[in-house]
């Protein structure tokens, strides 16, 4: 039994067609993903894994076919609508972090509180109760450049989640890191988002880090091209 079928489908893609210039990226791609539920989007350089990922988060729009969301069409919204849903409702995390340089570490982490309207010292507050949390005390104060990789990478990752969004969306949140690190970010990632009840789409090239996932799926030239039923122990 699919994960779908147990648990309501939040975000849900629909034969999704897009090209870049002549270079198709996705070609019928479809999948759903059920509330709660921690994906793994696998595939090899090219397949269009990450293409999907952004249309599935409303980065980019497709050409054809539907990307639906908590029962509406983010395909048909506008900029500023699609703009306001990842603010208030997504949260992301990328490969290399993009913290922002001039900002401390915890001002990075409080930056999607500030951006929904939070007030600087309680968006600050709740910031720091990430920094133990995912064992980054004493760090609060420094810049991106004065942090290892895998600190800037657990930074990112509390921005992604302290605003509790419904769906974490994460593009190989571990490629940058060696495989210590990276499993020490997945075991952190995993653990905050089935706290929060956060749903998690990961795309990932690695064995290691889709074997973090409930469930996994695989794009091939495009499309959606096999599945693996959730996992009962996840």
């Not at 490969?95 to 900002?103: A, Y």
């Not at 600087?120 to 005390?137: M, P, Y």
């Not at 994460?170 to 706290?195: Q, Y």
Request: hydrophobic share 40%.
């Amino acid at each position: 039994m699919s994960a779908t079928d147990e648990n309501e489908c939040l975000v849900e893609a629909r034969d999704v067609v897009l090209s870049f210039g002549r270079t198709p990226a996705l070609q019928g791609a479809s999948l759903a993903v059920a509330a709660g539920e921690i994906m793994a989007i696998m595939g090899p350089s090219g397949s269009g894994k990450t293409t999907l990922l952004h249309c599935l988060a409303g980065i980019l729009t497709p050409q054809a076919g539907e990307i639906h969301f908590d029962g509406r069409r983010v395909d048909t919204m506008g900029e500023t609508e699609r703009s306001t849903l990842r603010r208030d409702r997504f949260g992301f995390v990328f490969q290399f972090g993009q913290l922002v340089p001039e900002l401390t570490a915890e001002e990075n982490v409080a930056l999607p509180l500030l951006l929904g309207g939070a007030r600087r010292t309680a968006a600050l507050k709740e910031a720091g109760t990430w920094f133990e949390r995912l064992g980054l005390d004493g760090l609060e104060k420094r810049r991106s450049g004065e942090l290892s990789g895998g600190q800037a990478q657990r930074v990112a990752l509390a921005r992604g989640l302290v605003s509790r969004p419904e769906i974490l969306f994460a593009d190989e949140p571990t490629g940058s890191l060696d495989s210590l690190t990276g499993e020490h970010v997945m075991d952190l990632l995993v653990t905050a988002a089935r706290e929060q009840g956060t749903t998690v789409i990961v795309v990932t090239h690695e064995p290691r880090v889709a074997a973090y996932a409930g469930r996994e799926v695989i794009v091939r030239d495009g499309k959606v091209s096999s599945f693996s039923a959730m996992r009962m122990d996840s």
